[in-house]
């Protein structure tokens, strides 16, 4: 059984900081592409960032220059910095993975969501 837990939530002021961490658990073999995702709250949920397993990396529009978003993988996690945050950066962030597990089957998994909040 393969799952993925974020961590690193919380609330902040506009203009500080936040590291999220997604940490896979499971029999893996390997991890494909992984995303952050968020959902604000009447919206849909919308691409933050994504990376793949050669670290090629993809943002959505409205956090371009603002966050990064890593890998390790001999942790099996994958990290999201979140810097100069804005209020409008709000919503329940979500990790997504592709994980192959040493059975040689692929699964696709989503984390429970980590709360950020950001003041104005």
């Known amino acids: 059984q393969v799952q993925l837990v974020e961590s690193g939530g919380g609330l902040v002021q506009a203009g500080g900081s936040l590291r999220l961490s997604c940490a896979a658990s499971?029999?893996?073999?390997?991890?494909?592409?992984m995303g952050w995702y968020r959902q604000a709250p009447g919206k849909q949920r919308e691409l933050v960032a994504s990376i793949t397993s050669g670290g090629n990396t993809n943002y959505g529009d409205s956090v371009k220059g603002r966050f990064t978003i890593s890998r390790d993988d001999t942790r099996n996690t994958g990290y999201l910095q979140m810097n100069s945050l804005k209020p409008e950066d709000t919503a329940v962030y979500y990790c997504?993975?592709?994980?192959?597990?040493?059975?040689?089957?692929?699964?696709?998994?989503w984390g429970q969501g980590t709360q950020v909040t950001v003041s104005s």
């Open positions: 997504n993975a592709e994980v192959q597990v040493y059975s040689g089957s692929f699964h696709r998994r």
């Open positions: 499971g029999s893996i073999f390997s991890i494909n592409a």
